[in-house]
């Protein structure tokens, strides 16, 4: 069973970079997807990004262009960096993994 945890959260101005990152135990990480979920209060769980075993990547159209999620199969470790963060991308970000595992989410907090 792969576990997942997350790092990397915090409180950020407008306009600041965070860089999450979840490290996975376990020795199947490297063919499978994995993916950044986020959830701000009152609001359903939502994609942020994921990248397949191979690389290719998905975003959501609301972190197009800021957000970079990139992979290190030898470190089981996948990365998201958020550049020009606004108010509206605070939530609590959650990394999802093979058979469905997550993480137990980080909080990213942006101020205006």
């Known amino acids: 069973q792969v576990r997942l945890v997350e790092s990397g959260g915090g409180l950020v101005q407008a306009g600041g970079s965070l860089r999450l990152s979840c490290a996975a135990s376990g020795s199947i990480f490297s063919p499978y997807r994995m993916a950044w979920y986020r959830q701000a209060p009152g609001k359903q769980r939502e994609l942020v990004a994921d990248?397949?075993?191979?690389?290719?990547?998905n975003y959501a159209d609301s972190v197009k262009g800021r957000f970079t999620i990139s992979r290190d199969n030898a470190k089981n470790t996948v990365y998201l960096q958020m550049n020009s963060l606004k108010p509206e991308d605070t939530a609590v970000y959650y990394c999802?993994?093979?058979?469905?595992?997550w993480g137990q989410g980080t909080q990213v907090t942006v101020s205006s």
């Open positions: 999802n993994g093979p058979n469905n595992v």
């Open positions: 990248i397949t075993g191979g690389g290719s990547t």
